[in-house]
């Protein structure tokens, strides 16, 4: 990623780089008040929460080891706090200007020493971007990645194998990647007391691990499963060590 693209690019653009839906499916509904789309006081207080609980939450999401993969992730996300802390010293300028024409009616005392208050701390909020913006994520930004992440589900999934030391059963021709929701068709045997006990693999836009039924293979050598165990992770080409601390939680 070049540190020549402008920092309000990298989060706006993501959507488009990426071919997961995540985005859009936890902005729908606030995207619908874009625009000025609001009209009563309970829209336009939900949405200031719901920014303040989303806000929350990326700070317990930055509490997991493997929140982030690379530098180039890191600078989108700090693009996108960036872009939180100056929309806040925004929102918090037209409150200034929407507490006037509050008191323009009539329905408030003057509000002299609120309008002096709010000032001070949207000029605060407001200087924060311009000041560190560039600099910190085109530091970033510039950074080099020294991991490689998986191409496909089929590097995923052999990367994991050999992680784990697991047996990793084909299903395709050498070269093949699979596709990003069903995964490849390949699948790990993973062993308990010098025995194949799980089976790991993808599918439905899931990793799930399954435990091989202790009773005969089939007639073709396959053997079968009963409980499947979801991972709490759907991405089809996640860093492999994420996903190999993920199936080894478990084991
Ligand atoms: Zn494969």
């Known amino acids: 990623m070049s540190r020549s693209i402008p920092w309000p690019e990298l989060w706006q653009g993501y959507e488009e780089r990426t071919s997961r839906t995540i985005v859009g499916d936890l902005t ?19 949405l200031a929460i719901v920014g303040a609980e989303a806000a929350r939450a990326t ?3 930055l509490d997991h080891e493997w929140a982030l993969y690379t530098p180039e992730q890191a ?21 200034c200007r929407l507490l006037a024409q509050v008191e323009g009616r009539g329905d408030c005392a003057p509000a002299d020493r609120a309008h002096e208050l709010i000032k001070a701390a949207a000029d605060d909020l407001l200087s924060v971007a311009p000041t560190h913006a560039e600099a910190v994520v085109g530091e970033l930004a ?6 490689t992440l998986p191409s496909g589900p089929h590097d995923t999934i ?6 784990l030391g697991g047996s990793l059963k084909a299903r395709h021709e050498p070269g093949e990647q699979g596709d990003d929701s069903d995964g490849c068709g390949c699948s790990i045997e993973l062993d308990k007391d010098g025995r194949p006990h799980w089976v790991f693999s993808r599918g439905d836009s899931r990793w799930y691990l399954l435990v091989i039924d202790e009773g005969e293979p089939q007639s073709d050598g396959n053997v079968v499963c009963t409980n499947s165990i979801d991972l709490d992770l759907s991405d089809p080409c996640p860093h492999p060590e994420h996903l190999a601390a993920e199936v080894r939680a478990l084991l």
């Not at 052999?158 to 992680?163: C, K, M, R, S, T």
Request: proline fraction near 4%.
């Open 158 to 163: 052999a990367a994991v194998a050999e992680i």
């Open 59 to 61: 700070v317990d999401a």
């Open 75 to 95: 600078a989108v996300l700090t693009a996108a706090l960036f872009a939180q802390v100056d929309a806040a010293g925004i929102a918090l300028q037209r409150l």
């Open 28 to 46: 729908s509904e606030v995207r619908s008040y874009a625009g000025g789309n609001t009209g009563e006081p309970d829209d336009t207080i939900s």
């Open 142 to 147: 510039a950074l080099p990645a020294t991991v």
